[in-house]
């Protein structure tokens, strides 16, 4: 005994967003069906569109539309530093939060051979073609902190060595309002031997 | 700064879905741009399709894209009983655990005046309709054991014994491998005063 054949369909469709699984995809189909039948109709044209529609920046790799994501075409940033990050979420946290104003590269990810994921998936060469940009003079890694991010990141600042750009790595370490006792012991000793000289 | 138009527009669509954030709704949306076009392009078929297609049963409520669900048009079920539930996946688990092969009916949801859902929105007409079926014999109340699936049972419950059907209410109590320890004391409680004679 199951459900109907569209209904069947549609909670199988559901499954394919990560951390849906069979019980939330059926929760999520007798609410839309039940109280929300044009939010499905509106999440269905916006899916289609977004899945054919939706590209890649082709200086940046960021998720976009034109040929040119709204950073890279926007005047009057900095072209003097070029910030790496693993996803484009990340280059909405950093815009967000800090008053960086240069350009972003987005990889799409971090080095992990297992999976199949080298320097060509993660775009290294259209990377390397920017760091021969005229005038550039840092490269800013912000990977995450994690095994794969800081191989990732020794990988890059190899590249810009090469290049005879500056690498940097955004600071790793007690974040604020944070307190040593609920540290983990890991970043703990980063931050301890990361210490820095008060002046 | 924010996305490009196309994916804002796909991470609002998504928050449509229930426990659906805005953080979660872009990881989906990223998920899906860079790993499952294909899955998304689905997902939008089968939203349209059923949003448009899947409609109610009219005997038993349930989402059906025919007039009659699979369960209300098959032959050799036992026409003597009926079986009240909140929603469609109760109808499944009743199916899959049960030996129960008479008919449902799926009140999508329960009293909650609060709510503004009434008799009529649970369909309770209809309901009354079936009760005078000739060969039914038994209601079998299967609603949730909270305090608006009980209030709900209990006006179930007056609607049978207006048309002379029997009503029964499935059992509550300590469920199979729990410990006494560490089950709550409302369920003890009714699992106490509602014990079973040893035979």
């Known amino acids: 005994m199951s459900y109907s054949p569209m209904l069947v369909r549609l909670i199988d469709a559901l499954t394919c967003m990560p951390g849906v699984g069979r019980?939330?995809?059926?929760?999520?189909?007798?609410q839309l069906l039940e109280r929300d039948r044009g939010g499905a109709i509106a999440l269905s044209a916006a899916l289609q569109q977004a899945a054919e529609g939706i590209g890649h920046c082709c200086r940046c790799r960021m998720f976009s539309e034109h040929e040119l994501c709204s950073i890279c075409s926007a005047s009057g940033r900095d072209t003097s530093l070029l910030c790496a990050v693993e996803s484009p979420a990340d280059v909405m946290?950093?815009?967000?939060?800090?008053?960086?104003r240069g350009y972003y590269f987005v990889l799409m990810g971090h080095l992990s051979p297992l999976d199949g994921i080298g320097?060509?998936?993660?775009?290294?060469?259209?990377?390397?073609d920017r760091l021969k940009d005229p005038g550039l003079v840092e490269l800013i890694i912000a990977t995450n902190p994690t095994v794969e991010g800081d191989a990732t990141a020794h990988y890059?600042?190899?590249?810009?060595?090469?290049?005879?750009?500056q690498a940097s790595?955004?600071?790793h370490g007690v974040p604020l309002g944070g307190e040593l006792e609920y540290v983990d012991g890991g970043t703990l000793s980063h931050a301890f031997f990361g210490r820095r000289v008060v002046d």
Chains 1, 2 share one sequence.
């Open 119 to 128: 320097p060509e998936e993660l775009g290294l060469n259209l990377l390397e």
């Open 156 to 165: 890059l600042a190899e590249i810009a060595a090469r290049n005879n750009i």
């Open 23 to 30: 019980k939330s995809a059926q929760r999520i189909a007798f």
């Open 169 to 171: 790595r955004i600071a």
């Open 93 to 100: 946290a950093v815009e967000d939060a800090t008053g960086y």
